[in-house]
């Protein structure tokens, strides 16, 4: 009875199709765009984007979130959900093409004046999109949500591309992000039948789960930006670009495995508010397969990352190469804590997650004051890592009283990927003295290193799984998946 449905894994499988066709778009798209525009455009866009960011968590109640997690919805939350996020779009716009001024003053550079407006128009028309997808999540209908991602993920890259070609202007980033989130607004009120409409009802219902939900975003997207804002004031715009780009590329292995999980499960969860004994071993699970696939990846970003950086980027962002390696610890971490907070929310706790995300970002502005100041960028990117290790102590104390759960229950189920993730990483490093005496290529050497590496794991975590007897971890998990799989694409 405790395990996962197939309908989530159906939900699993969409939401990560989801991920993976974005992904696609937006590697091919970073590959032209970083060798047609230069890290100062990226890192000028990029300051701009901090006070952007900060600003636009007005917007970041998460309502469509307290639409899924409501036993009850009628059409008077879906309608309130709109007019509050319209309402809260326009409040973004309107102080961002305030703001745009002084923020322009601050960093010295005027040219970030009409992309700080702009990006405070492309915040109003990404809040006016049809609140009513939302009813295809509570449906676990996520091949809906594929169709309008994939179809938006097209409008932006190929607005992006051909701007950045035609003038080679930073404004490619900006323009992209609008045909992106235009044709997001548009198909929404093509795929669904329903239409919003003003009402204000039922707001008191949707703002006790978000106002704790707009705090912790907020305390996020400061703890995320902050960097940006303290490198480019006080080092400059082309370091800003190197710095997001590798945290970009870092966060991969989260963004493209985790995040997507953990949407299509956070309706499951939902299901067992205040029922512990339940949720605790559905947990478990969930957890277990976002380790077996997460944790490996992001360990394989940083010891591939010369070659990465080389083939994705170029070699004007060889810069970036240092950071990504030190930025891929911090991600591990939080890979291993990625599924907590939505077992937090799904029990109503969502105030225990904002208060995480405050201590995480205290740590890291303490630290980056401390280690920028001395070591730069590279500083920076180690208090990412000291934040990230605080935040996961912290993280599972908690989890381990709120599921009444034994962190050594965890540790049996997901020792034997850390061990054949530990396995993998020594593979590839025993193999690099190999491929640089045999004086291989970038592309020679990564499909090298990820090809060996990806098998090494897998002989390492069945082996280690043969050896201790097929217990109950994630290997289970993913197994049962691929037999059904089978299962259903095999002629009868």
């Known amino acids: 009875m405790n395990a996962l449905r197939p309908s989530t894994w159906r939900a699993v499988a969409w939401t990560l199709a989801t991920r993976q066709a974005e992904r696609v778009f937006g590697v091919i798209s970073i590959a032209i765009l970083a060798r047609l525009l230069s890290p100062g455009d990226f890192g000028l866009v990029a300051m701009a984007a901090s006070v952007a960011a900060i600003v636009e968590v007005l917007s970041a109640f998460g309502f469509d979130w307290a639409l899924i997690r409501l036993p009850v919805v009628t059409r008077e939350h879906y309608d309130t959900a709109w007019t509050l996020r319209l309402i809260s779009g326009l409040a973004i716009f309107a102080v961002l093409s305030a703001a745009a001024y002084p923020v322009a003053r601050l960093f010295s550079r005027p040219a970030i004046l ?5 990006m405070g128009f492309n915040a109003l028309l990404g809040s006016a999109g049809n609140i009513w997808m939302t009813e295809y999540r509570r449906a676990s209908r996520f091949d809906q949500e594929f169709k309008l991602n994939f179809f938006s993920r097209v409008a ?9 070609a035609h003038a080679r202007s930073y404004w490619a980033l900006i323009f992209g992000t609008t045909a992106s989130r235009f044709t997001m ?18 707001h008191a219902d949707l703002l006790h789960f978000s106002a704790w939900l707009l705090l912790g975003n907020a305390t996020d997207v400061l703890r995320s930006r902050f960097s940006d804002m303290w490198i480019g004031r006080n080092i400059g715009a082309r370091e800003v670009g190197l710095y997001s780009m590798a945290q970009e590329i870092a966060g991969l292995a989260s963004t493209e495995i985790a995040e997507p999980v953990n949407r299509a499960v956070f309706a499951r969860y939902s ?10 071993p559905v947990y478990l699970r969930v957890s277990g397969l976002i380790w077996s696939i997460g944790v490996p990846a992001a360990l394989g970003i940083g010891l591939c990352a010369p070659d990465i950086v080389a083939i994705l980027l170029g070699a004007q962002w060889s810069g970036a190469t ?5 930025l891929t610890c911090a991600n591990v971490m939080n890979i291993m804590a990625a599924n907590t907070h939505y077992v ?12 995480l995300s405050i201590a995480g970002a205290a740590v890291f502005i303490l630290f980056t004051l401390i280690l920028g100041r001395y070591h730069g960028v590279l500083g920076v990117a180690w208090a990412q890592v000291v934040a990230a290790a605080v935040v996961l102590v912290l993280n599972f104390t908690a989890l381990a009283k709120t599921l009444d759960l034994k962190l050594t229950d965890m540790l049996a189920r997901n020792y034997r990927v850390v061990l054949a993730s530990g396995a993998m990483g020594g593979l590839v490093l025993a193999m690099q003295p190999v491929a640089g005496a045999a004086q291989f290529g970038h592309w020679p050497r990564l499909l090298l290193f990820s090809g060996s590496g990806a098998i090494g ?11 201790s007897g097929g217990p109950p971890g994630p290997e289970e998990e993913i197994w049962g998946f691929l037999r059904r799989t089978v299962r259903r694409v095999a002629p009868t």
């Open 156 to 164: 932006g890259f190929v607005t992006s591309i051909v701007w950045a």
């Open 271 to 280: 299901q067992f508010e205040g029922e512990v004994a339940r949720l605790r």
């Open 322 to 326: 240092g950071v990504l390696r030190v």
């Open 114 to 118: 009409p992309i700080v407006i702009a």
């Open 185 to 202: 607004s548009l198909l929404s009120y093509r795929m669904h039948p329903r239409r919003p409409r003003w009402d204000l009802s039922r």
């Open 344 to 355: 937090y929310w799904a029990l109503g706790r969502s105030r225990f997650v904002t208060l």
């Open 457 to 467: 794991y897998l002989a390492a975590l069945l082996c280690f799984w043969g050896l």
